[in-house]
C-alpha cells in the first residue's frame, strides 16, 4: 500500500535526523547545569570568605581541605568562624534556596500554572502560625536537639498541606484545581491568624516579624544535619518523578493515557514538594521569589525538560540564595538585613532582564 | 472464529448522576476499523474513556484479550492502547521530537528510563508514518490544528499500540487534512494491523472509511455494523432527530449522506405534506423520490424488484415500499399491497419507466386507483411507446389513463410543480 501523501511533507521534503537536534540540546543543558555546578561553588567560596573577618583565600582553602597543609599554623579563631558559622550559613543557604527552587518548579508543573510558587498550597502561612505561636508562647523544648520555632513551623506546614489535601479530595481524585484554591483559602486564612498574632505580640514583635522575612542568622551544623534527610527525601521524590512531570505538563488525561498513574504521581510529588518548603521555611522563615523566578529563568535558557529544569533550577536556587545572604550579611554591616528583601531586590530586575533577553539565551534551547 | 481483542460487554456508566453509557456491548477483532457516531452529548467520548481505562463502568465490563481492562496496571494497558484524545493541551515549549518521545514512557523500565536506541528508532519510526519529521525540532505549540494532529498520533503510535483509539481526530481541519489523517489511519490499520477505534462527527467520511460503524444515541447502541446497515434515514432520524438525504457516492458507490436543514424541510413542505406514491423501476424514478423526499412529502413506492437502483434509493430513504425478489413477475400479493399503498396515498405519479410482461400489472393497479378518484400523474419524458416492450398493451392502458383524466407532466421539475398546485402546503385538500 502506498502510503499517503501529507501536503505539509510535500513543500517541506520532509529530511531530517529527528533526535540529533535534541541530544544536542540535552548536551549544552548538561554543560550548563555544570557551569552551574562550578557558579555554585565559587559564589559559596566567595560567601565564607567575606564578611567581617576576611580570611585569605590561601587560608581558606587550606581550612576547608582543599588544599593540604598544616591548618594548625592558622588562626583557630578565625579557623571557627569559618567552619562553625560561615560554611554552616552557606551549605544551609544553599539547601533551602535548593529546595525552594525545585518545590517551585514541581508545583509550577503539577499545577500548570506560571504563578505557582512554593507557598500557593498554604505551606508557608502554616509554618508562620507554628513558629509565630512557638515565639509569642515562648514554647521551649527540643526536639531532636532543634529549638521549638523550626519544630513548630514544620509540624505546622505539613499539617496545613495535610489539610488542604484532604479538603481537595474526593473520593480517591484530587483535582489540581480544588488543591489550588483550597491552598489559597486556608492560607490567607492561616495569614490572617498570624496577621492577628502578630498585631498583638508586644515586645516579642521584632522577633516575630524578622523570622516571618526570613534569614539563615542562626543557622549551624546542627540545623544542616537536621534538614538534610527531608531534603534528601523531597529531592529524590522530585528527581524520581521528573519524567512523570514532564507528561502532566500534557494534560492528566494525556499522563493517564501515557501509562502514567496520575493519582499516585501526584500525591508523591505533593509530598516531595511540600517537604522541601517545609524544611526550608521552618529553618529559615519565608523567603519569597526564589521559588517563583528561578524555575522560570532556568526554563527560558534550559528548556521545560524537568529531568534538566529540576538540577538546574536546584543549582540556580542555591547559588542565588548563597549570594543574597552574603549579601544580607555584608551590605549594612555590621547590620544583618532580611534575606528575602535581598532576593526581591536583586531577583527582580535579573528575571526581568531574562525575560528581555531569552532570545539571547536561545542558545541552551 | 477470529480472536477477540477488546470485549465491550454491558457497560453502563454515570457522572454521578446523569447517565452517559447504558448496556453497550460489542467487539473488536485484530485489525478492525470501527467509526463511532451520534450526536453531541450521546456518550461517544465516554465510551471511549471506558475503553482505555480512564474511566470505570459502574457495570459491566471491558476485557482486553479475555481479561477485565482494570486488572492490568496504566502502564500495561499504555503499552496496548493508544489514545488520540478530542482535547489536548498545547500550551508548552517541548519540541515535536520530544513529545512524540513522550510516547515511549510505557515502556521504559529501570530506575533512570533512560531511551534505548530501540526508543528512538521506534519514535522516529511514528514520526516517519506521520509525516511529522521535519517538523522535528518545532516546539508543539507553533503548530498549525492539522500537523499538530499528526504529531499526537505520532505519539500514539510510538506507544506501539494493538489498538488506538481517537475521538474525533478530524474536527477542526479542513477538509484535506481531514481525508489526510483518515488516509493515514486506514494505512496504519493495513501495514501494522492496528485496531481502529475512532469517534468521527462526519458521516460520509464514516461510511466512505469504515466498513463496522457503531451508532450511538442517549448513551445506548442504535445499531452496529456495515455503513448500509446503520446509517438510514430511520437510524438517523431516531439518534439524531434530523432528516437527512441518503444517495450512493457516485464516484465509490459508498454512501452518501446529505443533512437536510430543518427549516427548508418545513418551508418547502408548507403545513401540509402530501403522501406521492411512485411507480417506477431501474432507476428511473430514483430522482423524483429524492426530490419529493427532500421537500418533505412523504413518498411510498411499488411494486419494485429489489437490488434495482430505484428499490436501493427507496431504502436508503427508509420509505414504505412493495417489494419483490429480483427479475420475478408482479403476483397477486404484491398487487394488491401496491393498490393499498396507493389508496392511502393522495397522489400518485408514474416514473418514464419502460414496461414488459412482468411489471405491466403496475400499470393496472394505477389505472385502477384513477377510477377510484385518486389524481395521477404521468411522467412522460420519453413516449410511451419507445418504452412499451408489451406488444402494445401498455400504450394502450397508458392511453386510456390520459382519457380517465390522467395528467400528462414533460419533466420531473414539472411534476413536482404539478403536484405541488394540486397540494398547496396551506390548506389540506380532500380528494
Ligand atoms: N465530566 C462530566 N461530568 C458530568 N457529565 C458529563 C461529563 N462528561 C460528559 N458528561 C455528560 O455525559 C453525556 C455524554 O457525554 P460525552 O462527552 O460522552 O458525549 P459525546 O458523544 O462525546 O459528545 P460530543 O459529540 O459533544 O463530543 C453528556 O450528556 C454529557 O453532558
Ligand atoms: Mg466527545
Given at each position: 500500500m502506498i502510503k499517503p501523501q501529507i501536503r505539509a511533507e510535500a513543500s517541506s521534503g520532509g529530511r531530517g535526523v529527528p533526535f540529533v537536534a535534541l541530544e544536542q540540546k540535552r548536551w549544552r543543558v548538561r554543560l550548563l547545569i555544570l557551569l552551574l555546578v562550578l557558579l555554585l561553588l565559587v559564589t559559596a567560596a566567595v560567601a565564607v570568605r567575606v564578611g567581617a573577618v576576611s580570611v585569605p583565600v590561601a587560608d581558606l582553602l587550606r581550612i576547608l581541605g582543599v588544599v593540604p597543609g598544616s591548618p594548625s599554623t592558622l588562626d583557630p579563631v578565625k579557623k571557627a568562624i569559618i567552619l562553625e558559622l560561615r560554611l554552616p550559613r552557606v551549605v544551609l543557604a544553599a539547601l533551602v534556596g535548593a529546595s525552594l527552587a525545585m518545590a517551585g518548579a514541581a508545583f509550577q508543573a503539577l499545577f500548570r500554572n506560571p504563578m505557582a510558587d512554593p507557598y500557593v498550597i498554604g505551606v508557608s502561612s502554616g509554618a508562620s502560625l507554628g513558629a509565630t505561636v512557638a515565639m509569642l508562647l515562648a514554647v521551649d523544648f527540643r526536639f531532636l536537639g532543634v529549638g521549638s520555632v523550626p519544630v513548630l513551623a514544620f509540624a505546622a506546614a505539613l499539617g496545613t498541606v495535610f489539610l488542604v489535601y484532604q479538603l481537595a479530595k474526593t473520593g480517591s481524585v484530587v483535582s489540581i484545581f480544588t488543591l489550588l484554591l483550597a491552598g489559597i483559602a486556608v492560607g490567607s486564612f492561616l495569614s490572617a491568624i498570624v496577621s492577628l498574632l502578630v498585631y498583638f505580640s508586644g515586645e516579642r514583635l521584632h522577633q516575630v516579624v524578622f523570622w516571618l522575612m526570613g534569614g539563615f542568622g542562626g543557622a549551624n551544623w546542627l540545623y544542616v544535619r537536621t534538614a538534610l534527610p527531608y531534603f534528601v527525601l523531597g529531592t529524590g521524590m522530585i528527581a524520581f518523578y521528573a519524567r512523570e512531570l514532564n507528561l502532566l505538563l500534557l494534560g492528566e488525561e494525556t499522563a493517564g493515557y501515557l501509562g502514567v498513574e496520575v493519582e499516585r504521581a501526584k500525591k508523591l510529588l505533593l509530598t516531595g514538594a511540600s517537604l522541601l518548603t517545609a524544611t526550608a521555611v521552618s529553618t529559615s522563615g519565608v523567603i519569597g521569589f526564589v521559588g517563583l523566578i528561578v524555575p522560570h529563568a532556568v526554563r527560558m535558557v534550559a528548556g521545560p525538560d524537568h529531568r534538566f529544569l529540576i538540577p538546574a533550577s536546584a543549582l540556580a536556587g542555591a547559588t542565588l540564595m548563597v549570594a543574597a545572604d552574603a549579601l544580607a550579611r555584608t551590605v549594612l554591616a555590621p547590620t544583618e538585613l532580611p534575606v528575602g528583601l535581598i532576593t526581591a531586590l536583586a531577583g527582580g530586575p535579573f528575571f526581568l532582564y531574562v525575560l528581555r533577553n531569552r532570545r539571547k539565551m536561545k542558545f541552551f534551547s | 472464529m477470529p480472536r477477540v481483542l477488546l470485549d465491550?460487554?454491558?457497560?453502563?456508566?454515570?457522572?454521578?448522576?446523569?447517565?452517559?453509557?447504558?448496556?453497550?456491548?460489542?467487539?473488536?477483532?485484530?485489525?478492525?476499523?470501527?467509526?463511532?457516531?451520534?450526536?453531541?452529548?450521546?456518550?461517544?467520548?465516554?465510551?471511549?474513556?471506558?475503553?482505555?481505562?480512564?474511566?470505570?463502568?459502574?457495570?459491566?465490563?471491558?476485557?482486553?484479550?479475555g481479561r477485565d481492562l482494570w486488572d492490568y496496571s496504566r502502564r500495561d494497558v499504555a503499552r496496548r492502547i493508544a489514545v488520540v484524545p478530542q482535547e489536548t493541551v498545547t500550551e508548552f515549549d517541548f519540541t515535536v521530537a520530544e513529545v512524540v518521545l513522550m510516547g515511549r514512557q510505557p515502556h521504559l523500565s529501570g530506575l533512570i528510563r533512560r531511551e534505548s536506541p530501540r526508543d528512538l528508532?521506534?519514535?522516529?519510526?511514528?514520526?516517519?508514518?506521520?509525516?511529522?519529521?521535519?517538523?522535528?525540532?518545532?516546539?508543539?505549540?507553533?503548530?498549525?490544528?492539522?500537523?499538530?494532529?499528526?504529531?499526537?498520533i505520532a505519539r500514539a503510535l510510538a506507544q506501539e499500540p494493538e489498538i488506538l483509539l481517537l475521538d474525533e481526530p478530524t474536527s477542526h481541519l479542513d477538509i484535506t487534512y481531514q481525508v489526510e489523517i483518515l488516509d493515514l489511519l486506514v494505512y496504519l490499520n493495513r501495514i501494522k494491523n492496528i485496531s481502529i477505534i475512532t469517534v468521527i462527527h462526519d458521516?460520509?467520511?464514516?461510511?466512505?472509511?469504515?466498513?463496522?460503524?457503531?451508532?450511538?444515541?442517549?448513551?445506548?447502541?442504535?445499531?452496529?455494523?456495515?455503513?448500509?446497515?446503520?446509517?438510514?434515514?430511520?437510524?438517523?432520524?431516531?439518534?439524531y432527530n434530523t432528516e437527512v438525504l441518503l444517495t450512493r457516492h457516485p464516484g465509490?458507490?459508498?454512501?452518501?449522506?446529505?443533512?437536510?436543514?430543518?427549516?427548508?424541510?418545513?418551508?418547502?413542505?408548507?403545513?401540509?405534506?402530501?403522501?406521492?406514491?411512485?411507480?417506477?423501476?431501474?432507476?428511473?424514478?430514483?430522482?423524483?423520490?429524492?426530490?419529493?423526499?427532500?421537500?418533505?412529502w412523504k413518498v411510498t413506492a411499488g411494486v419494485l424488484n429489489r437490488g434495482d437502483r430505484d428499490w436501493e434509493q427507496g431504502r436508503l430513504l427508509g420509505i414504505e415500499m412493495v417489494e419483490i425478489p429480483p427479475f420475478v413477475p408482479i403476483g397477486d400479493e404484491a398487487h394488491q399491497q401496491n393498490l393499498t399503498l396507493m389508496k392511502k396515498a393522495d397522489c400518485a405519479v408514474l416514473a418514464s419507466v419502460p414496461f414488459g410482461q412482468g411489471n405491466l400489472r403496475n400499470l393496472y393497479a394505477l389505472e385502477e386507483a384513477l377510477a377510484g378518484g385518486l389524481p395521477v400523474f404521468l411522467l412522460d419524458e420519453s413516449p410511451i411507446e419507445e418504452r412499451d416492450y408489451t406488444g402494445g398493451i401498455a400504450t394502450e392502458v397508458y392511453r386510456r389513463m390520459i382519457g380517465k383524466g390522467a395528467c400528462l407532466v414533460p419533466s420531473e421539475v414539472s411534476a413536482l410543480e404539478a403536484i405541488q398546485k394540486r397540494f398547496p402546503p396551506n390548506r389540506a385538500l380532500s380528494r
Open positions: - | 465491550v460487554h454491558g457497560i453502563t456508566y454515570s457522572y454521578g448522576s446523569v447517565p452517559a453509557l447504558a448496556g453497550i456491548t460489542f467487539q473488536v477483532q485484530p485489525g478492525e476499523m470501527i467509526a463511532v457516531i451520534g450526536p453531541n452529548g450521546s456518550g461517544k467520548s465516554t465510551l471511549l474513556k471506558c475503553l482505555d481505562r480512564a474511566l470505570r463502568p459502574q457495570r459491566g465490563v471491558v476485557l482486553l484479550d528508532a521506534v519514535a522516529r519510526e511514528a514520526m516517519e508514518l506521520t509525516s511529522t519529521l521535519h517538523l522535528a525540532e518545532r516546539p508543539v505549540s507553533s503548530l498549525s490544528g492539522g500537523e499538530r494532529q499528526r504529531v499526537i458521516l460520509n467520511l464514516a461510511a466512505q472509511y469504515f466498513r463496522r460503524v457503531i451508532l450511538l444515541s442517549g448513551g445506548k447502541i442504535v445499531d452496529v455494523g456495515p455503513p448500509e446497515k446503520v446509517i438510514t434515514t430511520p437510524k438517523i432520524r431516531q439518534a465509490n458507490g459508498r454512501l452518501f449522506v446529505t443533512p437536510l436543514p430543518r427549516k427548508s424541510v418545513e418551508m418547502m413542505s408548507g403545513g401540509f405534506r402530501p403522501t406521492v406514491h411512485l411507480v417506477g423501476g431501474g432507476g428511473s424514478g430514483a430522482g423524483l423520490m429524492e426530490a419529493m423526499f427532500v421537500r418533505g
